[in-house]
């Protein structure tokens, strides 16, 4: 075998065994599990600035890349803390392969702010709920919710639109979903409900977390989302 041969052969074998942890990873990432960093307080005190979870991508459906056939394993629940798309583009990565491969990349190296991002809230609206806002508290069919993870942190401002609300009726394969730092989080208030078929996965656990200016937070490694 000349140099020549063999140079090309050792290429052509690193190449195939990028492609494949390539698609390894992408597969992972659609199907199985997905890490997902937390960049802002819509979420506290239940979720930090800094926290990165693992979120199930097979909690709620068996879903196979670039087509939008999915096995329905089953349905969110109230107090589910969830990732699911969110813009007009979302429908389009499950059955468009470039942009599907585009956005997945992206995720690699600087974001395409194109691509629909994504978000975590908790379900708080069900299909067939009566969801009502009054003074900030949530009534679901005309009781009101339970809520011992909220956050209040604006107790001296003033009521606003967004506190008084509905009630509304959650259309079928859509959710209410709200963030638990109620006064400083734009979601289902603002922007309506989810679609079933935008949500990603299902939080379940923080692998790391990183406080700006003061480094790791061990206590939170390994900690349960819920």
């Not at 813009?87 to 990565?93: C, F």
Request: net charge neutral.
């Amino acid at each position: 075998m000349t140099r020549k041969k063999s140079l090309a052969k050792i290429f052509a074998e690193y190449a195939k065994a990028l492609f494949l942890a390539l698609f390894l990873a992408l597969f992972i990432r659609s199907c199985v599990v997905q890490a997902f960093k937390i960049p802002s307080g819509s979420m506290l005190d239940t979720l930090l600035i800094g926290d990165h979870l693992l979120v199930t991508k097979f909690a709620y459906d068996l879903k196979v890349p670039l087509t939008d056939w999915a096995l329905s394993l089953s349905d969110p629940e109230r107090g589910d803390i969830i990732v699911f798309l969110y813009g007009q583009d979302a429908p389009a990565l499950t059955t468009d392969p470039s942009r599907w491969l585009e956005c997945s990349l992206s995720m690699l190296g600087e974001q395409d702010e194109s691509c629909p991002k994504d978000f975590i809230k908790r379900v708080v609206g069900l299909p067939g709920d009566q969801v009502e806002v009054r003074d900030k508290r949530i009534y679901i069919n005309e009781d009101m919710l339970d809520e011992p993870y909220v956050q209040f942190r604006d107790p001296h401002r003033q009521i606003r639109p967004r506190d008084n609300l509905g009630p509304l009726l959650v259309p079928d394969d859509k959710y209410f979903v709200l963030g638990d730092n109620r006064d400083e989080s734009l979601d289902s208030r603002f922007w309506g409900f989810v679609d079933r078929d935008r949500i990603k996965g299902r939080a379940w656990r923080i692998y790391w977390s990183w406080e700006q200016g003061n480094g790791p937070r061990w206590q939170r490694i390994g900690r349960a989302v819920e």
